[in-house]
């Protein structure tokens, strides 16, 4: 899709996500069966170099896991995608493990997370050099203080930033805030965005160049320094089966489109209709046909706003 040469470094987990789709969510002590299910690579920043392969730009991942042999199969099936795993470090330990369990009719879900050997991610495992060659280091989810030190690196050697805090957001706010400082791009949902500030408008004092805010099935906007602000929706061409991942597929191909064309509406557009159209894939994970995508661009309105109020984090 893309005719740039862009570099993206991934920095994060990477997960085994197990998704159990059923009918309703069980309560307490209620056993069900599942109709269908799906075991493969998750975590967000491994769901977002998927995702940025398949804009057409080159990512790099690096993600700390486990030398089980499970893993090699996952590793194996990135790889082919295209994702370079040669800086994923394996150590002894239980890999990240995440249950999720769908509602079928409405891909809304929980999810129970174990980090595992992802919580042994140091900021001495993103090579220097690794950070030199990247057009964009993406930070998700990562232990906010190491996310910090990622972050103040790659700013330090003039490395585009972006950073997805995910729950780091209510763990250690202090952090997150001081890492913001250091990022260009930063993507919150609406619960983060309100925990980090009151008004979202505050955190484009501290530093980064775009902030956006994304709402689920209520689009995403985007906040500008200079006081713009941008909307978009996108209306679902397949039958939402699985949200799981979207912010993911979202970032990912908002970074890359903003990378090509430098235009906030353009990348806008992009990153909702990659978020849509992954809600139609079982698992975390981007499926990406250029067909549909296409189509569900076609589906994706965005728009430039005039001095909004703080209605952008409401329901």
Same mark, same amino acid.
């Given at each position: 899709?893309?005719?740039?040469?862009?570099?993206? *470094?991934?920095?994060?987990?990477?997960?085994?996500?197990?998704?159990?789709?059923?009918?309703?969510?069980?309560?307490?002590?209620?056993?069900?069966?599942?109709?269908?299910?799906?075991?493969?690579?998750?975590?967000?920043?491994?769901?977002?170099?998927?995702? *940025?392969?398949?804009?057409?730009?080159?990512?790099?991942?690096?993600?700390?896991?486990?030398?089980?042999?499970?893993?090699?199969?996952?590793?194996?099936?990135?790889?082919?995608?295209?994702?370079?795993?040669?800086?994923?470090?394996?150590?002894?330990?239980?890999?990240?493990?995440?249950?999720?369990?769908?509602?079928?009719?409405?891909?809304?879900?929980?999810?129970?997370?174990?980090?595992? #050997?992802?919580?042994?991610?140091?900021?001495?495992?993103?090579?220097?050099?690794?950070?030199?060659?990247?057009?964009?280091?993406?930070?998700?989810? #990562?232990?906010?203080?190491?996310?910090? =030190?990622?972050?103040?690196?790659?700013?330090?050697?003039?490395?585009?930033?972006?950073?997805? /805090?995910?729950?780091?957001? &209510? =763990? !250690?706010?202090?952090?997150?805030?001081?890492?913001? !400082?250091?990022?260009?791009?930063?993507?919150?949902?609406?619960?983060?965005?309100?925990?980090?500030?009151?008004?979202?408008?505050?955190?484009?004092?501290?530093?980064?160049?775009? *902030?956006?805010?994304? !709402?689920?099935?209520?689009?995403?906007?985007?906040?500008?320094?200079?006081?713009?602000?941008?909307?978009?929706?996108?209306?679902?061409?397949?039958?939402?089966?699985?949200?799981?991942?979207?912010?993911?597929?979202?970032?990912? %191909? &908002?970074?890359?489109?903003?990378?090509?064309?430098?235009?906030?509406?353009?990348?806008?557009?992009?990153?909702?209709?990659?978020?849509?159209?992954?809600?139609?894939?079982?698992?975390?994970?981007?499926? %990406?046909?250029?067909?549909? %995508?296409?189509?569900?661009?076609?589906?994706?309105? *965005?728009?430039?706003?005039?001095?909004? /109020?703080?209605?952008?984090?409401?329901?």
């Amino acid at each position: 899709m893309s005719r740039r040469d862009h570099i993206h *470094v991934a920095i994060g987990n990477l997960n085994i996500d197990i998704s159990l789709y059923v009918d309703h969510v069980p309560s307490r002590d209620e056993s069900i069966v599942s109709s269908d299910a799906h075991v493969g690579a998750g975590g967000a920043a491994s769901n977002y170099a998927v995702a *940025v392969r398949y804009y057409g730009h080159q990512v790099y991942l690096i993600a700390t896991t486990s030398s089980h042999p499970f893993v090699d199969y996952i590793l194996d099936e990135l790889a082919s995608i295209g994702v370079n795993v040669s800086y994923v470090k394996r150590v002894e330990g239980i890999p990240g493990i995440v249950s999720i369990i769908v509602e079928r009719d409405s891909g809304e879900r929980i999810m129970v997370k174990h980090r595992g #050997v992802n919580s042994l991610l140091s900021p001495n495992d993103i090579p220097r050099s690794a950070l030199k060659e990247a057009s964009i280091a993406h930070i998700a989810s #990562v232990e906010p203080s190491v996310a910090l =030190e990622i972050a103040r690196r790659a700013h330090s050697l003039g490395v585009l930033v972006s950073y997805d /805090p995910g729950s780091g957001a &209510f =763990e !250690k706010k202090d952090r997150v805030l001081e890492t913001i !400082k250091y990022s260009n791009i930063v993507f919150l949902n609406r619960v983060e965005a309100k925990t980090l500030a009151s008004n979202p408008w505050k955190l484009l004092n501290i530093g980064p160049d775009l *902030v956006v805010v994304k !709402k689920g099935s209520a689009g995403a906007y985007v906040l500008h320094p200079s006081g713009r602000v941008y909307h978009g929706l996108s209306k679902p061409i397949r039958r939402v089966v699985d949200t799981t991942g979207a912010g993911d597929a979202f970032a990912a %191909f &908002f970074n890359s489109c903003y990378l090509d064309s430098h235009d906030v509406l353009k990348a806008l557009q992009y990153g909702l209709a990659a978020a849509t159209l992954k809600t139609g894939c079982r698992g975390s994970r981007l499926c %990406f046909e250029l067909e549909l %995508f296409n189509k569900q661009l076609n589906e994706t309105m *965005v728009e430039a706003l005039r001095n909004p /109020p703080e209605w952008v984090l409401e329901d």
